[in-house]
């Protein structure tokens, strides 16, 4: 399961990078948001998928989950929202700002 998620992850980074070095702001932004997620799958094959028991105190078990690798992937996700959200918001504003049409605008180029 580990090999097939990190196979995964790697296709996501390719895709991501594929976007990322297009021209089309849109493009620009959706590559990003998924290379967020490709770092997501990663940072959870890296922790491992095992299976256990909560770590309560007083209680001794023979295997446990670590919480750690869940808590940096949400945290993660939290931080990859919010800078996909700030990308958003920047392009709409350079949409609304600039006389430059909208199809124009995500080529890189200006309207004629």
Do not use: C, W
Not at 43 to 65: D, F, H, Q, R, S
Not at 88 to 99: D, K
């Amino acid at each position: 399961m580990e090999i097939l998620i990190t196979i995964l992850s790697g296709v996501l980074v390719t895709v991501a990078t594929y976007l990322i070095l297009s021209k089309d702001l849109l493009r620009v932004i959706l590559g990003s948001a998924i290379l967020s997620h490709a770092v997501h799958l990663l940072l959870m094959v890296m922790g491992g998928l095992k299976k256990g028991t909560v770590p309560l105190l007083g209680e001794k078990p023979n295997t446990y989950t670590d919480a750690i690798p869940q808590a940096l992937i949400l945290t993660a996700i939290v931080i990859s929202f919010a800078v996909t959200a700030v990308f958003l918001v920047m392009a709409y504003r350079m949409y609304q700002e600039t006389s430059v049409g909208r199809q124009a605008l995500l080529r890189g180029t200006k309207d004629e």
